[in-house]
């Protein structure tokens, strides 16, 4: 006999699926959640609320959160007879709920959990939420005027498919005794949308906010799963065979482990890493990560996530082919930034020589991997703290997030304390991990004893700290301090000498404008004395396609090992060399700014150790306002006081070696200063601050979608492309497809410069290709010369990074 819900769909054809019936989607969405439940293990937090309900909870969500879907209405708009119902069909989706569980409390936050996993439940002044759309008093018979026709049929049919599902999973569910009509679901569901914008209009305890969200991110992750048919990866490379295999690994190359390393794969627990640039300090984290990822398995019954941040994304990038090669296959980690799909193209591009079909093709494979990756699917992942830190935005578009940080792992490498705001949002991340029981190190070649005061006020639990920094380690530095600023004939004189010595020289400036006038000084001369290729200029403003090919000419003749040959040459840079590029070279030359920017500096000079103490010397800068403010700065980008606070100590040292052993008692001075104590209270200030507005959640289904731009604008700039390149940008599109998700869209982003969010209003928006478009003067060596608005709206370089 043909069942009644054989033609009761779910999804709409599409190019890349066909239609799907309403059972099949709901069977997998269950599947779905129940590889959660496998991958995430028991929440603590959440067992205080809901005891042992809340998978039960998540996985009756997941198996009825589409019911509503039986509506005619829904019908007709998913089968093509008309375009637009109107309605919510996960308002109807309640109507089935009370037929199916007796348990009031598992009753209540399924019933929730049901109704948001689209739209937020209310929200001042926000059209889209439930409680704008449906009266908090609806009565079933305005609910059928709303909804329109439902078949009985259809109801009795799915009621009872979903009691049997139900029941051969185990779920708790109450026996079947009448068959259920359509005015059966309406009043059912006129109840409990009343009961449950009643129940959710009053402020939570934080620990039942937290639940709340995270019953919501398990069924919008489930069920974004099984639309997209994807699957989650049950397999942690960084398992109880990670140890040997990289002892093994390193047996090979001739080498031990060094005693922090040792000491940290020792640890249970939250870990504050100090270890030098060159000292294995990633290696000392993984270790650490396993033993983590170990014990929590054996503790929660999870496969812990292991999350390894950074704060830029070509750092993010280089550590993402790192762990690939350690673990011995690349496609284990996942790359989680908002550029990952063009970082996964530029990989899979590499040995193709431009060939057009290879490009599509490998664009296509690209955007899945990426799109894998949004889904949470790699149980090792690289990415930028403030994506973990969009959790705060919750509701069904940001939820899953939360979910999928629960029993994981965190390392978070590099992090600027010189940035009271994000560090205390970075903090306030860490409390609300440690509650979802989750584990933290901190990595850093000089961590002052403010910071790691910080983490451990924050946190609860115990925090152990490593030092691999040895005392009496050979310098890899000799520092000096000029009184003129780095663009002074002096300074361009002293680097010239330098490069006509046969040394590799790095330059690097504070801002855009003086990299570029160093450039144009110190270019020739390299050219004359090294060759056409030996001299490069590298700043955050060049197209992605040029910045690439850059870093890659820039890796191939300074790359640090003990088996590359470093020639002669120069490099300019601002900031952007801080991180990430493992680059080796015979001097610095640097304007001054905050000591842990410094240090980065330094660190790309005699970067193993391996020679003599290579010379680093640091100008002083000029101070100069910002746009809209009356204070000064360091070459207009950095707040003076700390500035001043790491010239004065350099010059102090001056004409000495150093390493980072005397950098990290230099950090402690500058932070125990009166502008410390001051940078202190703002980090804490902040980190109390986000946790008030963002992460308490005593309203967890409000909408926070006005949250959303502001975060964006914190954390992220803009794009563009040059009007001289729109005609590339649209054949890029063209070659396969112009949506937010094509081949084509990703194969032009090639074009795409960088720049900051304020700037935005120097750019149109060209609604035929969908991106910023800028007049500007730009040169594939140069770079973004200058924007052209109008008289009273330019950028020039200098005014930003």
Known sequence: MTSPLRGVMAKSATASRPVETLTSHLDATLTAAQWLRRRIGRIHLVETVLGDRFWPVVLLACLTHDAG????????????????????????????????????????????????????????????TIEHHYDRDITPLELSEQLGHIDSTHVHALATWLHSKASHTGLPVTPVTRNPTADDVLRSTSDLLTALLDRWDSPVDSDTGVAAVLVQGAVTLSDHLSS????????????????????????????????????????????????????????????????????????????????????????????????????????????????????????????????????????????????????????????????????????????????????????????????????????????????????????????????????????????????????DARPRHRLHTRPHHLTEPDAIAAIRARLIADEAVLVVANNVAHALELYDALAPTTRDHHGEDAAFLLHSRFTRADRSRIETAVRQRFAAGPNMSRRPGLLVATQVVEVSLDLDFDALFTSAAPLEALLQRFGRVNRIGSRPPGDVVVHHPNWTSRRGRVDEFADGIYPREPVEHAWTI??????????????????????????????????????????????????????????????????????????????????????????????????????????????????????????????????????????????????QPGTIL
Not at 86 to 94: F, K, M, P, T
Not at 316 to 339: C, P, Q, W, Y
Not at 662 to 676: N, Q
């Open 228 to 471: 997209a048919h994807g699957h989650l990866s049950s397999s942690q490379p960084l398992d109880a065979t990670f140890a040997p295999r990289l002892a093994e690994q390193m047996r090979i190359r001739e080498r031990q482990l060094r005693q922090h390393q040792i000491e940290a794969s020792s640890i249970n627990g939250h870990l504050l890493l100090r270890a030098p640039t060159g000292s294995g300090k990633t290696e000392a984290a993984l270790l650490w990560a396993s033993r983590q990822a170990i014990d929590l398995a054996g503790h929660t019954g999870a496969v812990p996530r292991v999350f390894y941040t950074l704060p830029y994304l070509s750092s993010i990038n280089a550590m993402a082919e790192r762990l690939g090669g350690l673990f011995g296959d690349g496609t284990v980690v996942g790359v989680a930034h908002s550029k990952a799909a063009s970082y996964h193209l530029a990989t899979a591009t590499a040995s193709q020589d431009g060939d057009d079909v290879c490009r599509v093709d490998a664009a296509r494979k690209s955007l899945a991997r990426a799109a894998a990756t949004r889904l949470f699917h790699e149980c090792v992942r690289v990415g930028t703290p403030y994506q973990l830190l969009r959790a705060a935005l919750a509701g069904p578009a940001h939820s899953s997030i939360l979910i999928d940080a629960a029993n994981s792992v965190f390392v978070l490498d590099e992090l600027h304390a010189y940035d009271p705001r994000r560090l205390g949002y970075t903090l306030a991340a860490t409390r609300l991990w440690e509650r979802l029981g989750g584990r933290v190190a901190v990595l850093s070649a000089t961590l002052p004893v403010a910071l790691s005061e910080l983490f451990t006020d924050t946190l609860e639990q115990v925090v152990t700290t490593v030092d691999g920094v040895v005392p």
């Open 650 to 795: 350099l010059n102090e040292h001056a004409g000495l070696t150093v390493d980072e052993h005397h950098a990290t008692g230099w950090l402690d001075r500058i932070y125990d200063s009166p502008w410390g104590r001051g940078w202190r209270h703002e980090v804490m200030e902040h980190r109390d601050d986000f946790t008030a507005r963002f992460l308490s959640f005593d309203y967890p289904f409000d909408d926070r979608s006005h949250l959303g731009e502001a975060f964006d604008t914190l954390f992220d700039g803009t794009e563009a492309i040059l009007s001289a390149h729109r005609d590339a940008y649209a054949a890029g599109l063209a070659e396969a497809g112009n949506t937010p998700t094509s081949a084509g869209r990703l194969l032009a982003e090639d074009y795409l410069i960088p720049i900051p969010q304020w700037a935005a209003r120097l750019c149109r928006l060209d609604r035929t290709l969908g991106v910023r478009v800028v007049d500007g003067d730009y040169t594939p060596q140069r770079g973004l010369l200058g924007i052209s608005h109008d008289t009273n709206n330019t950028y």
């Open 69 to 128: 879907k039986v509506a005619e209405g829904f019908q007709a708009m998913v089968t093509g007879r008309t375009r637009r119902w109107g309605e919510r069909h996960e308002v109807l989706s309640l109507g089935f709920l009370p037929g199916l569980i007796d348990d009031d409390q598992v009753l209540d936050w399924v019933a929730i959990a049901v109704l948001t996993h689209h739209r937020a439940l209310t929200g001042d002044g926000d059209k889209t």
